[in-house]
């Protein structure tokens, strides 16, 4: 098992960041362009609740593309909500999306927990090429958002 936890200070309040971060439009926001980075689900209206089902095109190495299908397994509305792979390029995807008040702001922490398949060369995947693109990706959102909520 992987672990990724990253901690980010952003200047707006829970609703603020509830709002963005609750609605998965905003993944292509702070996706790099080059995953292409897609929903296809049909949109959805309304408050994100627990058993929520989306689907998502995302291109993980140059000419691959994968369905990714997540499930948000839970919803603490404004402090935290769990998104969980059910089918997709992982064996075991669980990122858990947290948000607590400061002063100033909001201290947001992503903690995502993986497992990439293939047992011992998934490990040896994971080193060469998972590991720092997602690592990427995630330094990727942290820039991004720092210009949408400069502190």
Known sequence: MHSLKRKQILKTDLAGAWRFFSDPTNLATITPASMNFRITSP???????AGQIIRYKVTVAPTITV???TEITHVRKPYFFVDEQRRGPYAFWHH???FREIDGGI??????????????????????FVGPKLEGIFEHRNKVLSGIYPV
Request: charged share 25%; no cysteine.
């Open 107 to 128: 201290e947001m922490t992503d903690e995502v927990n993986y497992e990439v398949p293939f047992g011992p060369l998934g490990r040896l995947v994971n080193r060469l």
């Open 96 to 98: 858990q999306h947290l």
């Open 67 to 69: 369905q990714w299908i």
């Open 43 to 49: 949109p959805h209206e309304g408050e994100m609740y």
